[in-house]
Each structure stands twice: as C-alpha cells, then as structure tokens.
C-alpha cells in the first residue's frame, strides 16, 4: 500500500487547480491569508488550504468553499487539525488581541462570497499569465 499522500500525488503543487480559479480565491480573500492577515505587500507566498483536510477523506473536497488563502507558513503547519483548534493557535501566536472565534467568523464570512472567475480571467489575460498577475497585483497593493 502506497504511503499516505502518495496516492493523491496528482493533487499536490499548484497543478491540481486552475490559475484562473487559484486567483479567483485569492481575490475572494483579499490577497491574504484568512489565518494570520500576511497579504502578498508583504512578500508572502499564498497558498490555498482545505478546510476540510484532504486526510479526512477519500476524496478531496476542491468546491470554493471548502478553499481558502493561506500563506505557506499558516498552511504548513496546519496540517491536518481542525480548524477551530488551529485559529485558536494562531490567535494565540499573533498576540493581537484578536481570538480564534474571531478568525473563525472571518473565515466563515469569507466563504460566503463568491469567487468571481471573470476578473480572474481578465487580470490573467491583461497581465500575459498567472506569475505576471500576481506580481502586478502585488505591486498595488504596495
């Protein structure tokens, strides 16, 4: 038997997702992460969590809500707890007054909006690609 996550290599890095959509929720959740609040002006790498861990199920639930923006960091060392329990850590580390209650909400609100493919797709096309949209929107956000 293949060892856990080798199974779902195909889902692994960033082909498992279309650009277009990658950007649509990046956009959704203000080009920042929904744990800690880094957003791309400061140079952070955005990555998309499940809120649902893929090591909960067979099947990986990839619908809109069910994905958020992370940085890598938030990301990584989420790894598979659960969500309640992980915002109450990074409230925790944060030590901004704000609770893990209080990310949960947000992240909650956030998934409610929904991701709007057509500017995705437009900025894309305007920028000539995904890395060139993200640069230039890194850029206005600075």
């Not at 915002?87 to 998934?111: F, K, M, P, Q, R």
């Not at 995904?130 to 600075?142: D, K």
């Amino acid at each position: 038997m293949p060892a856990r996550g080798k199974e779902n290599s195909k889902y692994q890095g960033q082909k498992w997702i279309r650009n277009e959509r990658r950007l649509a929720i990046y956009l959704r959740d203000g080009m920042a992460c929904v744990y800690c609040g880094q957003g791309i002006e400061e140079g952070i790498r955005l990555t998309l969590d499940h809120l649902t861990p893929h090591s909960t199920s067979d099947t990986p639930d990839n619908t809109n809500e069910n994905l958020v923006t992370a940085c890598v960091s938030c990301n990584s060392s989420r790894g598979n707890r659960p969500l309640a329990d992980f915002c109450a850590a990074v409230a925790g580390y944060l030590n901004h007054g704000i609770t893990g209650s209080e990310i949960l909400a947000h992240i909650t609100a956030t998934v409610a909006h929904a991701v709007d493919m057509t500017e995705a797709k437009s900025i894309i096309a305007r920028r000539g690609g995904f890395s060139l949209a993200l640069a230039a929107l890194r850029q206005q956000q600075e």
